[in-house]
């Protein structure tokens, strides 16, 4: 009974000290007193709950460190146990501190343990959490001798790691003895604690060095296992057949771990969840996780081939059942994980230090939350509560009231929070006094204000309880007041505006029911800093010189105080006065010489006083030619175009005003880049116009008000398939420097402008004053002479440009006249006689299987006898290297104008064998050729078939025939027939093709065609290099059965007989009448006919000059000009007339040679004049 009467007055004593604790909480407060005050210990700084000595650290210091007024006293508790660093010379001790170092000399294993550090002064114990210091073992497998795994073929078993225990993370490896990691797939995996688990065993799993690594990184160190043996018994070796041999029995899924239906994970909020199913069966089973109910978490993910499912960081919201489901045709099997979240402790009212006067009520909270729930747990002076008894403290779960305390009250509190993931300590300083008014800052404090500016003098005092505080300013006793003062609770006046009259002597007075504490500050206002001059912003050229000026007001009395100062970008301009400096400071100019990129920027004048400064900035602007343009694309790539584009570089301060392109070719001036085009500076692409048969590369460069920038990185090369050329020459001259001559020259077109090989041109020309036809020649050089010209007579002329690929643009007629006639004409600078030696060293190096270059030796000027024409190369093909017998081909010439030593002969017959000679020339004519030199040409690809086409179509089938090409130009190796369905629809069928091996095979029939189909064929020869152009055809397919079979069908009838038989009596009688009629002859005589149609040939054939102009009055034979210009038009081979002179490169007005070329044509050009001539009839 009486128990009982006690715990209800207690009860209500409680209650009451919570009421009386709520009216007197203005009288308790958290602060921090000052070490000037006798005050509790308090720890400042200790080690980690966990400090684990690492091999390569040389020392681990314990650390405790603590302030308290008197000085603490240190204590160490070692396992619950006194211990006494000090005691043990091996420890390194710090003066006034209970810090000691444990150094890494010696056996560290006795040291390791659990420690706890005290610090105490005459009012109380402060206590540092429990510091665990763990000394690692270096961590072993153990020495063993493990038996072979011997396993069935298409049975599961696991190779167990057992890896030691060590400081983690602890990372786990398999791998061979040669250190090759061991391949995981959905077969083979390793599970969380190491072990390698196979679903089924399979042949390539026997080997003899299985090893596991275990990895400690935070001791850097990595053991290995004794290396393991596994032998699979495969069926072959018990004697069975392949086919039963090589059949793994097939089985349902079991799980190989976990084991059971269910399993509980209980995990740490924050904390990585990892759940692992590894199933075993044939076929290998496929697993599935689900979390029953819900989706898995988002941040859910899978790995081991599916067999681990990871949720990083988990939170309490991922907590639940997870199924796992491994399965396979043959059935499945199913786990359940049962994921339970808890959490270590954390504070939800963590005790707070707290200064309380003499007989007022104090309360200490502390309490935590965590899963599962926190237990707390109270000490006094590091003491259990029970062990330090006082009769005015109860304690109600998570509170400690003191119910009127006294100044012994005072003590510390320890308060500790744990659960089974983690502890939290708290030291709570509760010190109960009663103190008058004790002001912490200096007397006769000076401040400085800047007029219109704030300023705050302070106050500091601690007194229990709180005292009041009030200014005063001078000698007056009334208190500072007003919007423009204010006094913080911390006792420090602001004042927010200063002004002049602010100026004096302050009082700062502090009172409390225990005394009261007085101090004086003075207060100086200034005038404030102010800049008068600022920096102006500024563009320079880089390279030049910069300046920047700055003026300042500020207050007299810093007249030795004042300093201007210059930033850049908010950082301190470093002044150095030496030679290599740039930077030059003097009565507030700053100058900068040299100006780089990097100095622009914002430049900062500081005016500052010790009070207060002011600042004015200005923008430095370093202008330069823009950097070179990056990242050049080359797009849309046309026959005569390409599409570029590119990134503009910094154009450093002064806008783009043009991009400049350029181009640069590899074959006629590599190296040299030409400019192609201008755009405007707003542009970041162009499509240029190109030229064909170029390979191009191209760059760009800006523009802007400074001037021209670095040219851009190339682009990659592009090459323009060849065309026609686009242009003819310009600045054509006709010139008339001899009688009875008429020269016509012109500026030629640049290589590049060529568009392709073989650029030639053809030069017409016809008198003014009469309707003649235009008279053609084709020549490669830039001029050509018309000769037995009239005198001075109007022609009008017109150049024409063409190359292998076509015509240039039709041409402007141009008018000049023939030369004027002299009585006398001489032509001193003339040589006489032909040159009289030949070039030697003649030597032919092969290019490629067309192409050669011919190297000589110049002639000596002496034996020139005159002014130097050029060189001339004559070569003759003596035979295919198919053939055996030689002869003495087509001569063909290349001319070459100017004095050189080498030249480059092009359009060779590949696999051919050539005779080669040299010879210069003057204008007499040619001297003597070299010696011959023999060369041979390498195998090429074939030429095109002359003949392909299609011989018979079926229904699904189509036959081919062709003839072997005309120059194989080399030893054919086969054919390549390709085909593709086409039908007239944009999209076409996939391309077929047929390697024929045979080269003497000229037909072949294409089966299992599409029914009344359109196909294209193609054809191409090849030789050992490679193949040649196509030959096309197209054919369509039939729908039934050919026409030749119906045919076959009709000629077998009586009738279809008789038919033909009348036709063909039909026949012969028309034939028989056509023979009579002409036999009677024509209606007009014989004269008459050779009036209309006269013989070319006995006209004039036996002139040397047939066909020519002349000075008396005969008249060219009628049709002579159109015959002779059709026989140039139609057989013209595209070689300059010129080369095919020998001796005299002279040519009459009508364009006939004069000389052995004349001779040697003139049968083939009789006869063809004579068909010209007859053709209009």
């Known amino acids: 009974m009486k128990s009982m009467t006690l715990h209800r007055r207690w009860r209500i004593f409680g209650i009451l000290a919570t009421v009386t604790f709520i009216c007197n909480f203005h009288t308790t407060t958290a602060v921090d007193i000052p070490l000037e005050v006798e005050q509790l210990p308090t720890i400042t700084a200790q ?27 240190f204590r160490w508790m070692k396992n619950g146990q006194e211990f006494d660093p000090s005691s043990d010379p091996r420890l390194m001790k710090e003066e006034d501190s209970g810090t000691f170092v444990i150094p890494n000399n010696g056996n560290l294993t006795e040291y390791q343990g659990t420690y706890l550090c005290y610090a105490s002064n005459k009012l109380g114990t402060a206590t540092s959490r429990e510091i665990e210091f763990i000394v690692p073992h270096v961590p072993k497998f153990p020495k063993e001798t493990l038996d072979p795994v011997v396993v069935e073929e298409g049975q599961p078993f696991t190779l167990k790691c057992d890896p030691p225990q060590g400081i983690p993370p602890l990372q786990i490896y398999w791998m061979t003895i040669n250190l090759q990691h061991i391949e995981q797939d959905e077969r083979v995996s390793m599970s969380l604690n190491g072990d390698l688990y196979f679903s089924h065993a399979v042949e390539k799993d026997s080997r003899r060095d299985y090893c596991c690594f275990a990895a400690f990184p935070r001791i850097r160190t990595i053991v290995q296992k004794t290396a393991m043996s596994v032998v699979v018994n495969t069926k072959k070796s018990h004697g069975l057949s392949p086919e039963v041999a090589n059949a793994i029995l097939q089985r349902r899924p079991l799980l190989m771990t976990p084991s059971g239906v269910r399993t509980e994970k209980r995990l740490v909020r924050g904390d990585d969840m990892k759940l692992e199913c590894i199933p075993e069966g044939f076929p290998t089973p496929q697993v599935e996780w689900v ?32 199924m796992c489901k491994a399965k396979n045709r043959l059935g499945e099997v199913v786990h ?45 002076n590091g003491l259990p509560l029970h062990e330090a008894p006082a009769a005015n403290r109860k304690v109600f779960d998570d509170t400690i009231i003191l119910h009127n305390a006294k100044a012994s009250d005072s003590a510390v509190y320890q308060c500790q929070a744990s659960n089974p993931h983690g502890t939290l300590l708290a030291n709570a300083n509760i010190m109960v006094m009663n103190l008058p008014p004790m002001i912490l800052t200096t007397q006769g404090e000076d401040y400085t204000a800047v007029e219109g500016r704030g300023v705050v003098m302070h106050c500091n005092v601690f007194s229990s309880p709180p005292s009041t505080i009030t200014w005063s300013k001078d000698d007056s006793s009334e208190s500072v007041v007003g919007p423009r003062f204010t006094v913080h609770d911390s006792g420090s006046l602001e004042i927010y505006t200063t002004e002049k009259e602010d100026t004096g002597q302050y009082t700062c007075y502090a009172k409390n029911t225990e005394g009261s504490s007085a101090i004086e500050a003075s207060l100086y206002v200034t005038d404030a800093t102010r800049i008068t001059a600022a920096p102006e912003d500024q563009q320079i050229l880089v390279g030049t010189t910069a300046q920047f000026s700055c003026l300042a007001e500020y207050d007299k009395s810093f007249s030795n105080d004042f300093e201007l100062l210059w930033e850049k970008d908010d950082m301190n301009i470093g002044l150095n006065y030496t030679e290599n400096s740039r930077f030059f400071v003097e009565d507030g100019i700053l100058q900068i010489v040299n100006v780089s990129h990097r100095d622009q920027g914002v430049y900062k004048c500081v005016g500052r006083t010790p009070v207060d400064q002011d600042t004015a900035s200005a923008l430095l602007m370093v202008l330069d030619v823009p950097d070179a343009p990056e990242h050049l694309v080359l797009s849309e790539h046309k026959t005569k175009s390409v599409k570029l584009k590119w990134t503009p570089g910094d154009n450093h301060n002064s806008s783009i005003t043009e991009f400049i392109i350029q181009y640069e070719e590899s074959q006629w001036e590599p190296g040299n880049w030409k400019e192609l085009l201008r755009v405007p500076g707003n542009h970041i692409s162009s499509v240029l116009k190109l030229h064909g048969h170029v390979d191009y590369r191209f760059r760009v460069a800006a523009v802007n008000g400074v001037g021209r920038g670095r040219p851009s990185e190339p682009t990659e090369r592009y090459k323009t398939p060849p065309t026609a050329p686009d242009k003819n020459p310009e600045n054509i001259k006709i ?6 001559e008429m020269d016509i020259n012109w500026e030629p077109l640049l290589p590049i402008e060529h568009n392709g090989p073989g650029l030639e041109y053809i030069v017409s020309y016809r008198r003014q004053d009469l309707e003649d036809d235009w008279k053609k020649h084709t020549v490669k050089r830039h001029s050509f002479v018309v000769k037995k010209t009239p005198t001075f007579v109007p022609y009008e002329i017109k150049i024409q440009t063409r190359n292998n690929q076509g015509w240039g643009p039709e041409p402007t007629v141009v008018t000049g006249y023939s030369g004027e006639d002299s009585f006398f004409w001489t032509c001193p600078q003339e040589s006489k006689t032909v040159p009289s030696a030949a070039p030697e060293d003649v030597a032919v190096v092969l290019m490629n299987s067309s192409a050669v270059k011919v190297s000589w030796t110049r002639v000596n000027k002496d034996k020139l006898h005159g002014h130097l024409g050029g060189y001339r190369i004559n070569w003759w093909r003596l035979r295919s290297l198919l053939d055996l017998k030689k002869s003495h081909g087509h001569k063909q010439t290349l001319t070459l104008p100017g004095d050189r030593n080498h030249a480059i002969v092009p359009k060779l017959q590949a696999f051919s064998e050539y005779s080669l000679i040299v010879m210069t020339f003057n204008g007499r004519g040619n001297g003597p050729g070299s010696h011959p030199v023999n060369f041979k040409t390498p195998e090429g690809v074939p030429e095109k078939n002359p003949v392909f086409k299609v011989t018979d179509t079926q229904k699904h089938t189509v036959s081919l025939a062709w003839a072997p090409p005309s120059e194989p130009n080399g030893i054919l190796t086969g054919y390549l027939l390709a085909y593709q369905l ?26 299992d065609l599409e029914p009344l189909s359109k196909y294209k064929f193609h054809l191409r020869s090849c030789t050992r290099v490679g193949c040649g152009p196509n030959s096309s055809e197209e054919s369509t397919t039939t729908l039934e059965a050919s026409l030749a079979s119906i045919h076959g069908g009709i000629s077998n009838q009586g009738w279809f007989i008789g038919l033909l038989c009348a036709i063909a009596l039909l026949t012969l009688i028309v034939l028989i009448a056509c023979f009579v009629n002409r036999n009677k002859g024509g209606k007009y005589s014989v004269k008459e006919k050779e009036d209309l149609h006269p013989d070319v040939e006995s006209q004039g054939m036996n002139d040397d000059t047939f066909c020519e102009y002349s000075d008396n009055d005969e008249k060219p034979l009628k049709g002579s000009h159109r015959s002779l210009s059709r026989e140039i038009k139609a057989g013209d081979s595209g070689d300059s007339l010129v080369d095919y002179a020998e001796e005299d490169t002279h040519f009459n007005e009508d364009g006939s040679f004069i000389g052995e070329y004349a001779g040697r044509k003139e049968k083939r050009m009789s006869s063809e004049i004579k068909a010209a001539a007859q053709s209009p009839a």
């Not at 989706?295 to 990083?312: D, Q, Y």
């Not at 309360?363 to 000490?379: E, F, V």
Request: net charge negative.
């Open 47 to 73: 080690s980690p709950s966990s400090l684990i000595a690492f091999p390569f650290d040389e020392s681990y210091p314990m650390t405790c460190e603590a302030k308290g007024n008197p000085m603490p006293e």
């Open 336 to 380: 359940y994980f049962t994921v339970i979240v808890e959490e270590p402790p954390e504070w939800l009212s963590e005790p707070e230090s707290q200064l309380s006067m003499i007989g007022s009520d104090v309360l200490i909270k502390c309490s935590a939350s965590g899963t599962p729930q926190p237990a707390i747990t109270w000490r006094v």
């Open 735 to 740: 010139e008339g420097h001899l009688p009875h």
């Open 982 to 1007: 086409i039908n007239n629809t944009e999209e076409v069928g996939q391309l077929q093709s047929i390697d024929i091996s045979k080269p003497d095979t000229t037909k072949w029939t294409l089966r």
């Open 291 to 322: 979390k029953m109910g819900h989706k898995l978490p988002a941040r859910a993910k899978l790995e081991s081939h599916g067999k681990l499912l990871i949720v990083p960081s988990i939170e309490q919201e991922d907590s639940g059942k997870y």
